[in-house]
């Protein structure tokens, strides 16, 4: 049996090739709820905070009939896929029996913290390989279709988050391979879609500085602090401001794409 599980855009299950089709919005939180529990224990009242932002009094009940509904059509798809979803007896709750391969974010995340390591170990090219990789497995939003008032919202919102930074991981290793002009709409767009993230401006000011437009850089500088100052009230974190002080300065070691420090890690990375 060859089971696929997509949650990096609509929720989609293929079962040999042919789609499983969940009618029920409900139906589709629960098992995307189940998905991302990873096959850990899943009680009634995690469900419930996961879907509902104040569970209803009817939830428990409502749940266990979304649940049954779901095991019957899983059965329905594949005799032996109803054996995926398991009752957890004494303990209480349910869990999803599912392998890595099988759902789309767990291979994104491989890939992306993959290609994350290539890029700290200054793997250019296989960055952005890995980096594309994992970038092509999404389709939209994550879980775009699913009505998720609770945590589930916040899962998902969390992926999204996760692909914002695969994308500027890839935008370091494209500039540490040598790309420039080509990077400008890319960066421009990103800054567009999220004007209160440093990395993304930080990326536009470097590619327009090596791609022979100082006075550009400096101008996308002044984009970013106004987009600052206006939203939050505050100037652009510490390694703007030092960009936009090598930028003067024409200081070009500072400037070039090997200097860049990936944020998130207690290691700091030339890149």
Not at 5 to 31: C, K, N, P, Y
Not at 141 to 161: I, K, V
Not at 235 to 256: F, G, S, Y
Request: glycine fraction near 8%; hydrophobic fraction near 45%; charge should be neutral.
């Amino acid at each position: 049996m060859e089971l696929r599980f997509a949650l990096l855009g609509a929720l989609e299950t293929t079962v040999d090739g042919s789609d499983l089709i969940l009618a029920s919005a409900m139906m589709r939180g629960v098992l995307a709820v189940l998905l991302l529990a990873g096959g850990q224990r899943v009680t009634i009242d995690r469900l419930g905070q996961a879907l509902w932002s104040t569970p209803p009094k009817s939830a428990a009940s409502n749940l266990r009939s979304y649940l049954a509904r779901l095991r019957v059509t899983l059965r329905n798809a594949h005799p032996d896929l109803a054996t995926r979803l398991v009752t957890m007896g004494h303990e209480g709750g349910y869990r999803l029996i599912l392998n890595s391969h099988e759902l789309d974010s767990r291979l994104f995340a491989d890939l992306a913290r993959r290609g994350r390591d290539h890029l700290l170990n200054r793997d250019y090219a296989l960055a952005e390989i890995t980096l594309r990789e994992a970038l092509a497995l999404w389709r939209g939003s994550a879980g775009q279709d699913l009505a998720a008032a609770g945590t589930l919202g916040q899962q998902l919102t969390h992926l999204n988050e996760q692909r914002v930074v695969a994308i500027e991981d890839l935008v370091d290793a494209r500039l540490a391979l040598g790309a420039t002009t080509d990077l400008l709409t890319d960066t421009r767009a990103l800054v567009l879609e999220h004007p209160l993230r440093d990395r993304p401006w930080e990326q536009l000011m470097r590619a327009l500085y090596l791609a022979g437009d100082p006075a550009g850089a400096l101008d996308a500088y002044q984009q970013a602090r106004r987009s600052f100052n206006d939203a939050l009230g505050m100037e652009p974190a510490n390694r703007l401001q030092k960009l936009q002080t090598a930028i003067l300065r024409r200081d070009e070691h500072a400037i070039e794409p090997t200097a860049m420090t990936l944020p998130g890690r207690t290691r700091t990375c030339d890149i």
